[in-house]
């Protein structure tokens, strides 16, 4: 969870990609590319202005799961604008040092058409024309201007639908009757967390309440999770991944999450199903966060499923 109200709509992105706006694409992308998937690419683009068709083009099929709309995705890419005047690199995951989540139900068209069917290990290019993205008047603040093409370079590195979740080896039930009893609802659904009616613990409390067998969680890596968070002091939910339909990205240990999170699910494994309750001190302050509801003496009890590290 961020520490702002957009992290409450499960959509996260580490260094925002840039959300489009598409229809099919059956023209020739145009741009050669050259490189390996999960290296940067070498692009290379040809005189003259870009066509105005959406083009998308897969340079090497993976063999994972294919994303469809909905789904969360977390690729490495190269991004540009393109234009008669020439082309300009806006962003890079390869420079940034880290994949990004790419939250495909907020995506326009053509970026979420160049996603479509792609499978976990494929590279796939797109050249997205004005009218599927930012029309005749761009948008300034991502240095996209009047009637710039955009072109994109993927490498998708996972695809988490709306029913992923935690993979491990169930752990016993918790024998501590001063933490909260958590069951599983089944696929897709949140789990039903029931408070107990006692005071809430001062400290940062974690368990384990799924173990995977995936590699542990590392600073700085993306990761892609399913979520839900409720109050201590009514046992209600604030917040949910399963309720919003689609897993969240979030960066770990950069301090994008609050402390709780950060600390809380560093080193755990992915396919595990954490509960972690966090104290205000490690949650969002004395200030709370009016938005949600939550106030400056609320502790917070959260439900993580790790599916991804990247």
Not at 13 to 25: F, I, N, Q, T
Not at 232 to 254: E, M, N, Q
């Amino acid at each position: 969870m961020r520490r702002r109200l957009s992290a409450l709509s499960a959509a996260v992105v580490v260094a925002a990609p840039l959300l489009l706006s598409a229809c099919s694409g059956g023209a020739d992308v145009k741009v050669s590319v050259r490189g390996d998937f999960g290296r940067l690419p070498d692009v290379s683009f040809p005189k003259g202005a870009p066509g105005d068709a959406l083009a998308v083009k897969t340079l090497s099929k993976g063999k994972g799961p294919a994303a469809h709309k909905g789904d969360l995705v977390v690729a490495d890419y190269v991004g540009y604008r393109w234009s008669k005047s020439g082309r300009k690199l806006l962003a890079s995951s390869f420079a940034a040092g880290r994949p990004e989540a790419f939250p495909t139900w907020r995506l326009v068209p053509g970026l979420q058409k160049a996603f479509e069917g792609a499978r976990v290990g494929s590279r796939v290019v797109a050249t997205i024309p004005p009218k599927d993205g930012y029309g005749k008047e761009g948008d300034s603040s991502r240095q996209i201007g009047a009637g710039d093409s955009l072109v994109y370079v993927l490498d998708v590195r996972g695809v988490y639908s709306k029913s992923a979740a935690a993979s491990g080896k169930r752990q016993a039930a918790l024998a501590d009757a001063r933490l909260p009893k958590v069951v599983d609802a089944g696929a897709g659904r949140a789990p039903q967390v029931t408070v107990p009616r006692v005071a809430a613990p001062k400290g940062l409390q974690v368990r384990t309440l799924v173990r995977g067998d995936g590699p542990a969680v590392r600073k700085g890596q993306v990761l892609a999770v399913q979520y839900a968070g409720y109050f201590w002091r009514d046992g209600k939910s604030f917040d949910s991944s399963w309720a919003a339909g689609h897993p969240s990205g979030l960066t770990i240990g950069t301090g994008q999450v609050m402390k709780g999170w950060d600390q809380g699910l560093m080193g755990q494994k992915v396919g595990s199903r954490m509960l972690l309750v966090v104290p205000p001190s490690l949650g969002y302050g004395a200030k709370g966060l009016a938005q949600a509801g939550i106030k400056g003496s609320d502790t917070l009890v959260f439900v993580v499923d790790i599916l991804g590290a990247h």
